[in-house]
């Protein structure tokens, strides 16, 4: 069973930035991950991959403004957000292959 712990989430003004983490219970050396969101009435969408070997893709919502990184040797995603807007406002899910963890609120105030 993997779990996926992720932190950071809280209430910022718009152009403020936040950090995001995500820590896995297991070893995540090989593997794709990601951090997705789902804001109040939409549908969970995809905001950055990083893959194994660092190559990332970004939503173009986001492109410029946030980065995603990893540390394999803490198991650790990183989402750094900045420039945020209101539209940001959603749950952010961290996303390990068939796995979420249970998110963390981004509130971005106008």
């Known amino acids: 069973q993997v779990q996926l712990v992720e932190s950071g989430g809280g209430l910022v003004q718009a152009g403020g930035s936040l950090r995001l983490s995500c820590a896995a219970s297991?070893?995540?050396?090989?593997?794709?991950m990601g951090w997705y969101r789902q804001a109040p009435g939409k549908q969970r969408e995809l905001v950055a991959l990083?893959?194994?070997?660092?190559?990332?893709n970004y939503a173009d919502s986001v492109k410029g403004r946030f980065t995603i990184s990893r540390d394999n040797a803490k198991n650790t995603v990183y989402l750094q957000m900045n420039s945020l807007k209101p539209e940001d406002t959603a749950v952010y899910y961290c996303?390990?292959?068939?796995?979420w963890g249970k998110g963390t609120q981004v509130t971005v105030s106008s």
């Open positions: 996303n390990f292959p068939s796995y």
């Open positions: 990083i893959t194994s070997v660092g190559s990332t």
């Open positions: 297991v070893n995540i050396f090989s593997y794709v």
